[in-house]
């Protein structure tokens, strides 16, 4: 039991409608929101903030993040003891939190134990939505090995690799069913090419049409869904027509494909950041002129595939996807996409959409009783100005994850 908390005298942010509400007050009890409304009789025990007229707003969601990826060097963090591992990944759960993000999505590398850190308090970070590892063929975007090491597969059960080599439709059946009973809440494939990949141009398509199928429905037997990596038009509406629920990053979809997204019933996750990152920090990490001519492919697409979809009625969830040291540029994303969308449209992606794709509607990315008591208190209306979401949480005088304060003062 924790002691209740009532906040009055706020504006209270209705993220799905994308307006702000004068004259609430909302009551937590027990990790979750107890009441919302006009007038509300607290707990006599119950503690009051007074808001005085900041914003209340729910918190926030990144469905893409990679919190194994502590530092830049994939390969050592793959190659680091799972204990290690798991402590530098709660350190970048830390920082998420503190930023304001109140649930994360993670696309590859966390497993069931970071979820339970997270529940029984050992880490003090933001709810985690995992899929276990992304899947890939052998030489696709998550097998890591040069072309010259022919070592057969990759350390895939080591808490800090991100990818699990499987080929064929027996060994990715196998494969999802070892997700799925590990804990993951959704499967991932690599349906195309990658940045940050030795071996495989950005156009490449991976699995077969058999094998993303067989995908799809472990994963529908299951009551989950698939995500995939994907950038190019074509790997895109591939993954679509076999049923691929969410769709990550998107840089190069046509107008076509959106609409058929749209239609059923897909979720798109942009992650422009990702690509600004690197070309911002490339030189300094040593990459070379093949991957600044593939972050250019994708990052000069990323502002017009945000119209595109937008305009296809297609919805977006809030992503980053960013790795190692450059996740220091995270809240970046808030400032790209508002050259774009709009405030109350950003605001939407990173809870109510979020919230969809982590198929937690109700409970997460709203301000309703019975949700989970994940809130923020925002200095300004961040409606107005979404830079009020930028500056690693230095807007956010308060942050509540389940109930639980884990911000409080500048």
């Given at each position: ?11 209270v942010l ?19 929101i ?22 209340l ?49 993670d ?40 072309r ?15 990818g ?44 077969s ?41 998107c ?15 897909c ?6 950041v ?8 490339g030189?300094a ?68 959409v ?5 198929q ?13 008591a ?20 230095a ?10 304060v ?5």
């Open positions: 039991m924790t002691q209740p908390i009532l906040f009055i005298n706020g504006r209705d993220a799905e409608r994308g307006v702000t509400q004068d004259g609430l007050a909302v009551l937590v009890q027990d990790g979750r107890a009441e919302v409304g006009a007038g509300i009789a607290a707990p006599s025990e119950a503690r009051t903030i007074d808001l005085g007229g900041r914003t707003m729910p918190g926030l969601i990144d469905c893409h993040v990679h919190v194994v990826a502590e530092t830049l060097d994939l390969w050592g963090n793959m190659t680091a003891p799972s204990s290690l591992a798991g402590l530098r990944a709660g350190r970048v759960m830390e920082e998420m939190l503190q930023r304001g993000f109140t649930t994360i999505r696309l590859g590398g966390a497993d069931h134990g970071l979820v339970r850190g997270v529940e029984e308090g050992l880490i003090d970070g933001p709810r985690i939505v995992i899929c276990g590892k992304g899947l890939t063929t052998t030489g696709g975007h998550a097998d890591l090995r040069k010259t090491d022919d070592r057969p597969g990759m350390m895939s059960d080591r808490l800090g690799s991100m699990y080599i499987a080929d064929g439709v027996d060994d990715v059946r196998a494969a999802c069913r070892k997700m799925i009973k590990e804990g993951a809440n959704f499967i991932k494939v690599m349906a195309n090419g990658g940045v940050s990949s030795p071996n495989d141009p950005i156009h490449s398509i991976q699995y049409r058999e094998e993303i199928l067989a995908m799809v429905e472990e994963a529908e037997n299951a009551g989950l869904y698939v995500s995939a990596h994907v950038y190019t038009d074509r790997a895109i509406r591939r993954c679509v027509e076999l049923g691929v629920h969410s769709l990550e990053h840089n190069l979809i046509s107008a076509e494909t959106a609409k058929l997204a749209a239609e059923k019933g979720i798109a996750v942009p992650t422009l990702a690509y600004d990152a690197l070309w911002l920090e030189k990490l040593g990459l070379g002129p093949a991957e600044f001519d593939k972050i250019e492919v994708v990052r000069s697409g990323g502002l017009k595939s945000l119209e595109i979809m937008r305009d296809a009625g297609l919805p977006m969830a809030f992503g980053s996807d960013l790795l190692g040291e450059l996740r220091k540029y995270h809240c970046m994303e808030f400032e790209l996409l508002a050259k774009v969308l709009t405030s109350a449209e950003i605001i939407r992606s990173a809870t109510v979020g919230a969809e794709l982590c937690m509607t109700g409970q997460i990315g709203t301000i309703a009783a019975g949700a989970f994940d809130l923020i208190v925002v200095d300004g209306d961040p409606l107005a100005d979404i830079a009020l979401l930028q500056g690693d949480g807007h956010m005088p308060l942050i509540m994850a389940a109930g639980r884990v911000k409080e003062g500048a």
